[in-house]
């Protein structure tokens, strides 16, 4: 499976069209193996989110689609949002309520996102070490772990001058 476009440390000046269209590409060959549908909404909410490599948050996405003919509805978007969750497209960025997309979609999730207090991107890093770690951790104490998000905040290097 084709990967969106990752964020890169120095996306302040970045063209996020390439980002979405790999985004839009991979979520609809996602849903063609799984025969799921990939409605208009979902589709638009996936470009919204794909947009910036900045968390964006339910409400900003209800103004995004007011105008639109696609029903922004909070119980719709909130749907959406759901379905593209549950499916491995985008993350939810649980201390920003807001959402981000997936850089790896239909793989295994065990997302660590580097987010700028400065400018806000979110970058989403592998780090199977700290995951396995973790799970060793777990298990040692009768935990099974299933999923799990790592989010660290700090200043990336554009905003530090690029060091």
Same mark, same amino acid.
């Given at each position: 499976?084709?990967?969106?476009?990752?964020?890169?440390?120095?996306?302040?000046?970045?063209?996020? !069209?390439?980002?979405? !269209?790999?985004?839009?590409?991979?979520?609809?060959k996602?849903?063609?193996?799984?025969?799921?549908?990939?409605?208009?909404?979902?589709?638009?909410?996936?470009e919204?989110?794909?947009?910036?490599?900045?968390?964006?948050?339910?409400?900003?996405?209800?103004?995004?689609?007011?105008?639109?003919?696609?029903?922004?509805?909070?119980?719709?978007?909130?749907?959406?949002?759901?379905?593209?969750?549950?499916?491995?497209?985008?993350?939810?960025?649980?201390?920003?309520?807001?959402?981000?997309?997936?850089?790896?979609?239909? !793989?295994?999730?065990?997302?660590?996102?580097?987010?700028?207090?400065?400018?806000?991107?979110?970058?989403?890093? !592998?780090?199977?070490?700290?995951?396995d770690?973790?799970?060793?951790?777990?298990?040692?104490?009768?935990?099974?772990?299933?999923?799990?998000?790592?989010?660290?905040?700090?200043?990336?290097?554009?905003?530090?001058?690029?060091?």
């Open positions: 499976m084709k990967k969106p476009a990752k964020a890169a440390p120095a996306g302040h000046a970045h063209d996020h !069209e390439h980002c979405v !269209e790999d985004a839009i590409a991979a979520a609809e996602l849903c063609a193996a799984k025969d799921l549908r990939f409605t208009p909404l979902r589709r638009r909410v996936l919204l989110v794909w947009s910036s490599h900045k968390p964006v948050g339910a409400y900003a996405l209800l103004d995004s689609l007011r105008n639109e003919d696609l029903g922004s509805a909070p119980p719709t978007v909130y749907r959406a949002l759901d379905f593209l969750i549950e499916n491995g497209l985008i993350h939810r960025i649980e201390r920003m309520n807001a959402f981000v997309g997936c850089s790896h979609p239909g !793989e295994v999730h065990r997302g660590f996102f580097l987010i700028c207090s400065e400018c806000g991107n979110a970058e989403e890093i !592998e780090g199977d070490g700290l995951s770690a973790i799970s060793a951790s777990a298990t040692r104490r009768g935990f099974t772990a299933r999923d799990m998000t790592l989010e660290v905040t700090g200043i990336c290097g554009e905003c530090r001058g690029g060091a």
